[in-house]
């Protein structure tokens, strides 16, 4: 492993470590991927920097994912989680990398928009719909690079549809698509085909099984009772 400048250096090869780079090595060394913080440790560990805060989410930009209690209900308020490292901003030149959202024409734009049907793939949104939290802020549909895990073991980056609040939301998501892959292999008959009229008319629809059950859960006890010995037999 490369050996790492300490967050507790101001400069590092003479050149000036900033305030992002710092909070980057101190949450390497100190917090480990996976670990929480809390904003007290943080202002303790910078009493210089008044905007360290700030610091630690423009990490974000760079790919690293920090969740907050909003992203991980888990943590209390106070906490956040540094769920992933980013780009390793402390190497020269690495702090650049990150922004590639403006790299795309428009042309490139709306392919991507029209190949994602106009929907944030992260929470189903449509292009200027409200959200389903009663505020009366409008979707706005940005393109977001997805970490894309391939089946080869290799990675690409992909472009995907997602709205402006899941982007400054989620963090970098990754996705897997070799294990996705294999988990389609052991599904049964049925959950496949399922799973491919879902895909045909990208939403979730009501198969069989939805309908039975919606029906079923009304049915009086006795009635209930008597379909679920119909299942129970069949399965024997
Ligand atoms: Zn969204």
Not at 147 to 167: A, I
Request: with cysteine; proline share 3%; aromatic share 6%.
């Amino acid at each position: 492993m490369a050996l790492l400048p300490s967050w507790q250096d101001k400069t590092f090869g003479g050149k000036k470590l900033g305030g992002k780079i710092r909070a980057a090595l101190w949450l390497e060394s100190e917090v480990g991927e996976g670990n929480i913080f809390t904003k007290a440790q943080l202002r303790q560990a910078f009493p210089d920097d008044a905007q360290i805060d700030r610091r630690v989410r423009d990490l974000r930009d760079h790919g690293w994912r920090i969740d907050t209690s909003r992203d991980d209900l888990a943590l209390k308020q106070e906490e956040q989680r540094y769920v992933t490292k980013g780009a390793e901003v402390w190497i020269p030149g690495q702090a650049k990398t990150a922004k590639h959202k403006n790299s795309l024409t428009d042309a490139q734009r709306r392919k991507v928009w029209q190949d994602d049907n106009f929907l944030c793939r992260t929470c189903g949104v449509g292009v200027g719909e409200s959200y389903d939290d009663g505020g009366i802020e409008l979707s706005k549909l940005n393109i977001a690079r997805r970490e894309v895990l391939m089946p080869d073991g290799s990675t690409e980056f992909q472009y995907v549809t997602e709205c402006k609040r899941c982007g400054t939301r989620a963090g970098e998501h990754k996705a897997d698509l070799a294990e996705l892959l294999g988990t389609i292999e052991t599904l049964a008959p049925l959950e496949r085909k399922a799973l491919a009229a879902w895909m045909e008319a990208d939403r979730r629809t009501l198969g069989p099984l939805e309908k039975l059950w919606g029906v079923y859960r009304t049915l009086p006890a006795d009635s209930r009772a008597a379909v679920k010995q119909a299942v129970t037999d069949e399965d024997s």
